[in-house]
């Protein structure tokens, strides 16, 4: 069930995080006591209440609302962007660095008076002191992007990396409110403040690539923030910084990378519209 793109059910939700116990169990992106403590809590709780209801992932709902916005890039230029082996090994290091974990939020919403669980899982959840700190993180692949587009190349780059932080900065919105009810449950503990982090890398095995993708990005990067300043409630992101990266090495292959970091400011608008069409982002799917 659990890819982030579909609709499911709670039985659904159990059965997968049942099923990845184990292997959770030796991994240490999780917190066991509370993965265990969730199961119970859907099982006993969740399911005696409202039965065997539709589970919708918070970042598929964010992708369907992102759609019909004005950022959006055309089919024939997604797939470049896809590669889940990278995105894991960036989300890894990123949970390593800031000491944060995997965690699964829910809230209970009302769609037409039916009960709906929505569930999410950010990158990174750090809850040290008495802050809570979530991350969230994106992964760009720059040689297939400039192998298959021909075309408009730095227009493209610029405007994916709008897209990029909007997704990125609903996505962690979200996440907020999906805490603060976690909170509100009793599964996790409350703190008195959240705070919301964003990273993209752009990455090559070309060097080539990134040097190319670096010096558009830093032409175009006052542009970038002033229209983020500009159009604030669709962005919600601020301090936007440009870091140099590292070279990893993956299957005997030097990759390199560089960094976007940004910080998030909360809005609750941006949650209410998702909730205010659940209805019409789920209905093809049920």
């Known amino acids: 069930m659990y890819d982030h793109h579909k609709v499911a059910t709670l039985d659904d939700l159990i059965e997968y995080i049942k099923d990845k116990e184990k292997e959770k169990e030796k991994d240490s992106n999780y917190d066991i006591s509370y993965q265990r403590r969730l199961i119970d809590f859907l099982e006993n709780k969740i399911k005696n209440e409202y039965g065997n209801i539709t589970v919708v992932a918070a970042s598929f709902l964010v992708e369907k609302y992102n759609k019909k916005g004005s950022n959006e890039i055309s089919e024939e230029n997604q797939r470049y962007y896809e590669n889940n082996e990278f995105a894991n090994l960036f989300e890894e290091r990123l949970r390593l660095k800031t000491k944060s974990k995997k965690y699964y939020l829910i809230s209970i919403e009302y769609d037409n008076g039916y ?13 040290e002191d008495n802050k809570a700190k979530i991350f969230e993180a994106k992964s760009f692949n720059l040689t297939t992007f400039i192998q298959f587009v021909k075309e408009a190349k730095d227009y493209i780059l610029n405007k994916k990396v709008l897209n990029i932080i909007k997704t990125s900065s609903s996505q962690l919105i ?35 690539y990134l040097s190319w993708a670096r010096k558009i990005i830093e032409k175009n990067f006052n542009t970038i923030k002033r229209i983020i ?34 910080r998030v400011e909360y809005n609750p608008k941006i949650v209410e519209n998702y909730l205010k069409n659940l209805n019409e982002l789920i209905k093809p799917l049920k």
């Open 174 to 208: 979200l996440y907020q409110y999906l805490l603060d009810k976690t909170q509100k449950f009793g599964l996790i503990g409350k703190k008195d403040k959240i705070n919301l982090y964003g990273k993209i890398y752009l990455y090559s095995d070309n060097i080539g």
């Open 115 to 127: 009960p709906i669980l929505i569930s999410g899982k950010p990158d990174g959840l750090n809850r």
């Open 229 to 262: 300043r500009k159009d604030a409630k669709t962005y919600n992101a601020y301090n936007l910084s440009l870091k140099d990266g590292e070279i990893i090495n993956i299957n005997n292959k030097n990759i390199y990378y560089f960094e976007i970091d940004f």
